[in-house]
Every structure is written in C-alpha cells, then in structure tokens.
C-alpha cells in the first residue's frame, strides 16, 4: 500500500477506526503526516506514515525496506564464510552477537565443537555487547524525549570503553566479524582481560550515575509512565522477543530457555516489568546491564587456557553436509535467528534470518494508536530499532 | 516532592561538568588532527601485500594464486596472472600477479583475504586517512600502492608478524631441507651410476634413507629475517 492510497483510503476507514479509538463522536479533519525518513527521531532511514487527528494518532503504518541490501540472497550466492561479515551488518550496534548467532547454526549443520575457551570468549563478548547496546539505547530514547546531548553523551563516552576493548579484540569497532563455525578468530591478546576486568569493575559507578540522572526524573516519568502500552498477551501473539516482552511481564529469555553456550554455568536474574509501557522497557534495560555485569565478573576470572577454534573447523572449501538447522541466540534486542538449508555445496541453499527488530516493530500501531504524536517517536524509541536489521 | 529527581540530575550534571576539567574518566575526548590515540594492536583498515626485497615489485610474496579473490566476499579484488615465473622468498619458481588492484571503495575490512591466504602474502594496514579528490580512480589501489615492506608490517602488527615469519622460517627450511635431500638423493643416484665398483654400491646404501637437516639451523637462513 503507497503512501497515495493510505491518503484516499484514510477518508473512510480511518474515521471509524479513530471513533472506536477514540471513542469522540466529533470528526475534525485529519492529517497525513509522513515522518521520516529524514526524520531524526526514526533511528535511521524509516518511516511512519501517521494519520492525525489534531495530535492523536489514529493510524501508523510503519514503512521500512529504504536499507534493503539483499542480505539473505547474497549469503546464498557466497561462501558460508562469506555471509559472516556480513552478519555484522545487520545490528550493527551488536555485530558479536549477530556472529555468534550465525556461528551456532552452522555449528549445528555442520556438527563442530566449540572449545571451552572460545564459549567463554563468546559469552563475555555477548555480554559486553547487550551493556554497549543498552547503554546507547537509553541514550537515544532521552534524545527522542528531548534531551539532547546530555545523557547520550555520557552514554557514548561508556560505550567508548567497551568499544577500545572490542576493538583491540577483533581488529575493529563495529564491524567486528570475530567468531567463526567451531570458535572465534583469534586469540585474546595480552592483557585484554585484565582491561575487560576493570572496565567491568567501574561500569556500575556509572550505571549509578545514570539512573540517579534518569531514572527519578520527574520529566522523564511524565513522558514515559503509562506511554506505549503492550499487553502480554498482545506482546506473545505477535512473537515479540527481548527486553520488550520481558517488560510486559512474560518470562523468556533465550539464555535461560535454550540454555546454548555455558550461561547456565552462571547465575543471573531476568529483570520482569509489569506495566509493558515505555517506562518499563527502559529499566528493564537498565536492570539487564547490571545483571549482565553479574556474569562478566566470575566469566572473566574464569577463563581458561587452551584453544580457540576447533580443529576440524577448515576456513577454504568448507561444505557442510545436506541438512537444515535454527540456531538462536538472545541477542540485546531479542531473539535473533539463522535458519539455514545445506544441499552439501559451498554455498548455503537457503539462508534466512529472523531478526528481532523487524518483528518487534511490527507492533508499534497497536502501541501508538490513541496516544500524540510525540508519544508515538518515544515508543518507537523504546522499541529499539536498528534498521539495518529490520531492511536487510 | 516533584523536582527532587530533576535536581538530583542537575547535581550529576554538574559533577560530571566540573570533572571533566581534571578527571580523565571524565572528559575522554582528544584533539585530533594535532592529537593522536594510538592504534590499537590489532587494528585492521585495507589491505596491503607484503614485500621482501628492495625493489617492492620483484620481491612480492604473491603468486598470483587468486584465492583472496575468489574468496573476497564484495568481490573488491582483480587479479591478472603473469605469463612468465620467477623465483619466490625459497627460491621456488612461481607465478607473480601482473595485475593486483583493490578498489577500497568496495572492500569493508573483513579480512577474510588474509585469512584464506596460503602465502602470508596479504595483510592488514592500518592506515586511514585515505581521503581522495577522485573517487573511482583514487580509491582504485594499484600493486604499487598496495606493496609495504615486511619491516612495516612489524612495526604495526607485532605479534602477528611474528607468527607470520615463523610460519616462513618453517616453510623455507622444509624447502632447504628437501633440495638438501633431493641433492643428495641425486649426487648419490649419479654415483652409484656411474661406478659399477663394488665399493660404489656398498657408498649407494647410505643415502637410501637422507635424513632433512637439523631445522634448528634453517632458519637463520630465511631471506624473511
């Protein structure tokens, strides 16, 4: 549907939609407005078509795709190798947990080991990953409610820290392309866990910082409290995943269900909201670093010696045998999923991702409608959006 | 009382504005064109083909063998073979690439061109300030571009380099070794050839079984060091 015949359409259906909303008998005139996709507030090149009446929204027709790259045919004209930079690009805030995702389901089609220290490796890169991303996501969601600069700016700097220890790991800061099938790339350099460990050790003086600047604020209560509401049952139907679930109050965390890599090894509570509005998403968020800092703390002392990438694990002319797999992971934004088809060739006969974001933000009339406009850009913050996962 | 959350933030503001003037943790920012943080260890940017000759063309260690540009994933290399061989770092005749082009345009750092190559011969630079007025042309590096010396991959990826040369070191001894035996083998196949002598046949039993040299010596030998 083009943003054209939303316009000539919305003279009927919207009227009486925005009456069951609503529920006023007035019909004042309403106004297509198309926000985005220049719009800063959209977290990149997205765009909601909103139809208004006065300030409430009485349709949201969320319209993506201006990022689509063709992910998923190109992984399936290349190498399974050749997919792995790739998968950085999708969450780009979280490449190592997108490649640990990939990694897994070809482990799972091609049947190779993970050697105890590249699952450690691989759940404290992880976890570094869902504190770098919660970091930032508070940050964005007070931009979107006008704070500009002040909190993002200090969530940034936080994120600095991590991203000098991912890049002195991997090579690179975003684009990390550092796990492979059976293992990771390479090795730990020296003294990398003695940075991570007080890294680690000072990120909750900063999470005190920012809940003290946030989390009481009155502004920020105001604009958030009862905003964006999803219900639980609403929030399972859909097939929401991540933070945003758990916010409405239903428990399922990837780690603790599919229990892969050595999470169970490591106790940690699954923060649970009640309310399943913005304000809950976002100390959910809040809740999680913390806890994620829980399993960085022993994960890091922990650690042993020994190799990082099984042997059986060959880098050219790699063919798994026929067969298909799923492997999912709990990634910071929820449950993010490669689902792969192998006819026995190089390349992979059918490559699919599931990617939490698209199908979190399919949700997001049923959020908005009824509320302002201004409500709309912050549950759209909450969501947490990265659109090159949501196009592809 | 409402405003006490918003007061609480304003005294962490202002804790934070007054930190940065003497707290590192607090102000993190450098100046950068006169300021530099150094590059990490492990730091990637394009690539770059190693040398280990004066004259960076002759002594590249490609053998134009156009793995790294089946394997690129954006398909960021072109590779032309050469028509004639000339002597590789263990004097073994190969193929060098007439043509070696990368359009870092396209490439996206992924490294798997140094991963798949079997001749330690693509690496890692960490160069990036590679801003250019022509943006098809000058983002096109040539092999002439392309080629550093072995002394600068050192100096920027220590401990890579490292491995890198005692995985040459090996191969040039194993190299050393075999045309030892294969000598020898053949000094020895003439011998018994030429001299149908009793004592000559007796000498032809020795070398049945040539020992490769002891590959403690070898590598000192490497040209790479």
């Not at chain 1, 409430?56 to 190109?74: A, D, Q, S």
């Not at chain 1, 090894?265 to 800092?293: A, K, N, Q, T, W």
């Not at chain 2, 607090?26 to 492990?42: C, D, F, G, H």
């Not at chain 2, 072109?78 to 005749?93: E, L, N, P, T």
Request: with cysteine; aromatic share 8%.
């Amino acid at each position: 549907m083009t943003f054209h015949d939303l316009a000539y359409d919305a003279g009927k259906t919207d009227f009486q939609r925005k009456a069951e909303v609503i529920g006023v008998g007035r019909e004042g005139e309403l106004l297509e407005v198309a926000m985005g996709p220049q719009h800063p507030s959209t977290h990149g090149v997205f765009r909601m078509d909103v139809v208004l009446d006065g300030e409430t929204v009485v349709k949201l027709k969320p319209v993506f795709g201006y990022l689509h790259r063709n992910h998923e045919k190109i992984a399936e004209n290349t190498s399974y190798l050749g997919s792995m930079p790739y998968t950085d690009r999708l969450d780009y805030f979280c490449s190592l947990t997108n490649n640990w995702a990939y990694a897994l389901s070809v482990e799972k089609l091609a049947g190779l080991q993970v050697p105890e220290r590249a699952e450690y490796i691989r759940l404290i890169t992880a976890e570094l990953t869902r504190v770098l991303n919660h970091t930032c996501l508070a940050g964005f969601l007070l931009q979107d409610m006008g704070a500009l600069g002040t909190p993002l700016m200090y969530a940034f700097r936080e994120r600095e820290k991590i991203l000098d220890l991912i890049e002195s790991l991997t090579g690179a800061r975003m684009m990390c392309n550092y796990m492979r099938f059976g293992g990771c790339r390479c090795d730990l350099p020296a003294g990398w866990l003695d940075a991570a460990k007080k890294v680690v050790a000072e990120y909750p003086r900063f999470l005190d910082e920012f809940e003290t600047l946030l989390s009481g604020n009155e502004i920020l209560m105001a604009r958030t409290q009862g905003v964006g509401k999803l219900s639980a049952e609403l929030a399972i139907n859909a097939g929401i995943t991540g933070p945003m679930l758990r916010a409405s109050g239903v428990d399922y965390d990837l780690r603790k269900v599919d229990n892969y890599g050595i999470y169970s090894r490591y106790p940690f509570r699954v923060p649970l909201g009640s309310h399943g509005d913005v304000y809950d998403r976002y100390m959910i968020r809040m809740l999680e670093m913390r806890e994620s800092l829980k399993i960085l703390e022993p994960a890091l002392k922990d650690i042993p010696e020994g190799p990082v990438v099984d042997p059986k694990a060959k880098l050219r002319g790699f063919r798994p045998k026929a067969g298909e797999a799923y492997g999912r992971i709990e990634t910071p934004k929820g449950e993010l999923g490669f689902y792969l088809i192998s006819d026995g060739s190089p390349n992979p006969y059918r490559y699919r991702v599931r990617p939490p974001s698209l199908i979190n933000l399919t949700i997001l009339e049923d959020m908005c409608l009824g509320q302002t406009v201004a409500d709309a850009i912050v549950t759209l913050g909450s969501v947490d959006i990265v659109l090159g996962e949501v196009d592809r | 009382m409402l405003g006490t959350g918003i007061l609480k933030g304003m005294v962490e503001t202002a804790k934070n504005f007054a930190g940065s003037y003497h707290d590192p943790a607090r102000l993190t920012t450098v100046e950068y064109p006169e300021q530099r943080i150094a590059s990490k260890e492990n730091a990637r940017q394009f690539p770059m083909l190693i040398h280990d000759t004066e004259d960076p063309m002759k002594g590249l260690r490609c053998v134009a063998c156009q793995i790294c540009e089946k394997e690129c994933p954006p398909q960021c290399i072109y590779i032309v073979k050469s028509k004639d061989k000339r002597a590789d770092y263990k004097g073994q005749m190969q193929f060098y690439p007439a043509t070696f082009d990368i359009d870092i345009s396209v490439c996206m750092s992924c490294q798997i061109c140094v991963e798949v190559c079997p001749f330690e011969s693509i690496k890692m630079n960490t160069e990036f300030e590679l801003s250019n007025t022509d943006r098809f042309g000058g983002l096109l590096i040539h092999k002439e571009q392309l080629a550093k010396s072995n002394e600068h991959y050192r100096k920027i990826h220590p401990t890579e380099a490292a491995a890198s040369d005692a995985v040459l070191a090996a191969e040039v001894a194993k190299a050393q070794a075999k045309a030892k035996a294969d000598a020898e083998a053949k000094a020895a196949k003439a011998a018994a050839e030429a001299k149908a002598k009793a004592d000559a046949a007796a000498a032809a039993a020795t070398p049945a079984a040539p020992k490769p040299s002891s590959p403690a010596a070898a590598p000192a030998a490497a040209p790479a060091a």
